[in-house]
């Protein structure tokens, strides 16, 4: 085995613990370490929370925080010291699992801890096990086809300035809004504006709590961290 360790990372997926593929479940029945992405806040983590019953039960758990904040000079320390704390425990040959929901190269945290460790201790290898999204789990859930034929799909993110968002769906058929709880009034007045679109909205899917929204007028003001936006041309 060699001695600069191996690390994966592993999408989750939105939420069923059932949506992990056999991949993730296999290699989550091998590594030495498992590591999950929390808040500082609280140390809660929905990624092991969702993986938990295939993590074995002599394997160590560590749960790396991250503040919740856009202050890039802040998430950068956060970064560049949950990667000190990875390097350090993969010496010696150990493995590995990263937990993140979802997949791990969609708006994940996984994809700024490998970039980041990659430059740190450039030694360490990495494989990463694909997940399901949660926009293909809300697809499913309500039999919404995202795009067939010649049609497009836009993936984008509910952080983005309303007017840029609505500038992007310009020339496009279909759309994935995630992190739409950030600006979501906005972003709803900007839909119905345009009203070229049919839209759900839905939250906390496949955890408690869960709601779909057909209506989007109907959604409330605040809503959860874990939501998303399905639009799709009117036919």
Same mark, same amino acid.
């Given at each position: 085995?060699?001695?600069?360790?191996?690390?994966?990372?592993?999408? *989750?997926?939105?939420? /069923?613990?059932?949506?992990? $593929?056999?991949?993730?479940?296999?290699?989550?029945?091998?590594?030495?370490?498992?590591?999950?992405?929390?808040? %500082?806040?609280?140390?809660?983590?929905?990624?092991? #929370?969702?993986?938990?019953?295939? *993590?074995? /039960?002599?394997? #160590?758990? *560590?749960?790396?925080?991250?503040?919740? !904040?856009?202050? @890039?000079?802040? +998430?950068? #320390?956060?970064?560049? &010291?949950?990667?000190?704390?990875?390097?350090?425990?993969?010496?010696?040959?150990? !493995?590995?699992?990263?937990? !993140?929901?979802?997949?791990? +190269?969609?708006?994940? $945290?996984?994809?700024?801890?490998?970039? %980041?460790?990659?430059?740190?201790?450039?030694? *360490?290898?990495?494989?990463?096990?694909?997940?399901? %999204?949660?926009?293909?789990?809300?697809?499913?859930?309500?039999?919404?086809?995202?795009?067939?034929?010649?049609?497009?799909?836009?993936? %984008?993110?509910?952080?983005?300035?309303?007017? @840029?968002?609505?500038?992007? +769906?310009?020339?496009?058929?279909?759309?994935?809004?995630? @992190?739409?709880?950030?600006?979501?009034? &906005?972003?709803?007045?900007?839909?119905?504006?345009?009203?070229?679109?049919?839209? @759900?909205?839905? $939250?906390?899917?496949?955890? /408690?709590?869960?709601?779909?929204?057909?209506?989007?007028? #109907?959604?409330?003001?605040? $809503?959860?961290?874990?939501?998303?936006?399905?639009? !799709?041309?009117?036919?």
């Amino acid at each position: 085995m060699s001695n600069s360790g191996k690390i994966y990372g592993i999408g *989750v997926g939105p939420g /069923d613990s059932d949506l992990l $593929t056999v991949r993730a479940v296999r290699v989550l029945e091998k590594v030495d370490i498992v590591f999950a992405a929390s808040s %500082t806040k609280n140390k809660y983590s929905h990624s092991l #929370e969702i993986a938990s019953e295939f *993590v074995r /039960d002599d394997c #160590e758990v *560590v749960k790396l925080g991250y503040p919740m !904040t856009r202050d @890039k000079d802040v +998430l950068r #320390e956060a970064w560049e &010291e949950n990667c000190h704390i990875a390097c350090d425990m993969l010496k010696g040959g150990k !493995t590995a699992a990263f937990l !993140t929901l979802g997949d791990p +190269l969609i708006y994940s $945290t996984f994809g700024y801890m490998m970039q %980041t460790m990659k430059m740190m201790c450039p030694e *360490v290898e990495f494989e990463v096990v694909p997940g399901i %999204t949660s926009y293909q789990a809300a697809a499913a859930r309500s039999q919404q086809v995202l795009v067939e034929s010649g049609q497009n799909l836009l993936l %984008t993110s509910g952080v983005s300035d309303p007017e @840029k968002f609505a500038k992007s +769906l310009d020339n496009v058929d279909n759309a994935v809004i995630l @992190k739409a709880y950030r600006n979501f009034p &906005e972003l709803r007045d900007k839909v119905n504006e345009m009203d070229k679109m049919d839209v @759900k909205f839905y $939250t906390r899917l496949g955890l /408690d709590g869960e709601a779909i929204y057909l209506d989007i007028n #109907e959604v409330p003001e605040k $809503t959860n961290y874990l939501s998303l936006m399905l639009l !799709t041309a009117k036919k």
